[in-house]
């Protein structure tokens, strides 16, 4: 993978993805469709967006008993999206039977690469240690749950930028490390407690970025996307 910019559509339907769209006319863009999107679409739009030379991420974060995410995976796998997603909270068994359902489901096409969310960025250590009940560092949390993503043969996580070098270190830089909770610094972080620009994200040798609202939310999209290209290419100074 090529350090790419992932942009979030988050968005409510296929109209309001195109009138976005039409701020990039000429580009190849990786773009996620999250759970607001493909719930209200399905399939579709996957294949919309692949036949107009996208890459695709379908985030939807299966998390359910090992048996479920093999059979939803199957079927997942024959969308051909790029990226598809678990929860590594789901365990190890269950992250091995994503993996089997996408090998069954691919045919003769590439198997998508697999990741695990460890910590949602929207979560913070105080929150972590109060409400899930899991009384380690937020740190030592996501290098818990990397590692047992690795051991279930996963292609990477889903983590922030905070924790991308431990991870690479750790677990090796092959292993991915796509990080939401990005922004440019006068961005508002919103519902997001981890945060770092995309300059940072690359210092801290993250594999991929996932950028929405600062995008999506923006009066000038294309513009918004080409300073946090530049930032995550390191030409843009952005601390
Ligand atoms: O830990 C996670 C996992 C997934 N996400 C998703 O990324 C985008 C981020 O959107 P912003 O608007 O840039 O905050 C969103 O689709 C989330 O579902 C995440 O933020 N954190």
């Given at each position: 993978?090529?350090?790419?910019?992932?942009?979030?559509?988050?968005?409510?339907?296929?109209?309001?993805?195109?009138?976005?769209l039409t701020h990039f006319e000429n580009e190849k863009l990786f773009l996620k469709v999250g759970m607001e999107l493909f719930f209200q679409e399905g399939p579709s739009i996957v294949y919309e967006l692949k036949?107009?030379?996208?890459?695709?991420?379908l985030d939807l974060k299966l998390h359910d008993i090992p048996n479920t995410v093999k059979s939803a995976m199957k079927g997942l796998a024959g969308?051909?999206?790029?990226?598809?997603?678990?929860?590594?909270?789901?365990g190890k068994a269950m992250m091995e039977a994503a993996l089997e359902g996408l090998e069954a489901g691919r045919g003769s096409g590439k198997r998508p690469f697999c990741i695990a969310v460890t910590q949602l960025t929207s979560t913070s250590e105080q929150q972590m240690?109060?409400?899930?009940?899991?009384?380690?560092?937020?740190?030592?949390?996501?290098?818990?749950y990397a590692s047992l993503a690795k051991e279930a043969g996963l292609d990477g996580v889903v983590c922030s930028s905070l924790e991308a070098r431990e991870i690479s270190a750790r677990l090796g830089e092959s292993f991915l490390t796509v990080?939401?909770?990005?922004?440019?610094?006068?961005?508002?972080?919103?519902?997001?407690?981890r945060v770092a620009t995309p300059k940072f994200a690359r210092a801290e040798g993250a594999s991929a970025?996932?950028?929405?609202?600062?995008?999506?939310k923006s009066e000038n999209p294309f513009e918004k996307y080409i300073q946090c290209k530049q930032s995550w290419e390191g030409v843009l100074n952005e601390a």
């Open positions: 993978m090529k350090k790419p910019l992932i942009i979030a559509l988050d968005f409510a339907g296929k109209d309001e993805v195109n009138r976005f036949e107009k030379g996208h890459e695709i991420f969308l051909g999206c790029d990226m598809v997603n678990v929860h590594a909270a789901g240690n109060s409400e899930q009940l899991i009384p380690v560092t937020l740190n030592e949390s996501v290098l818990h990080t939401p909770g990005i922004r440019l610094l006068t961005d508002d972080a919103g519902d997001q407690k970025i996932v950028v929405g609202r600062s995008i999506t």
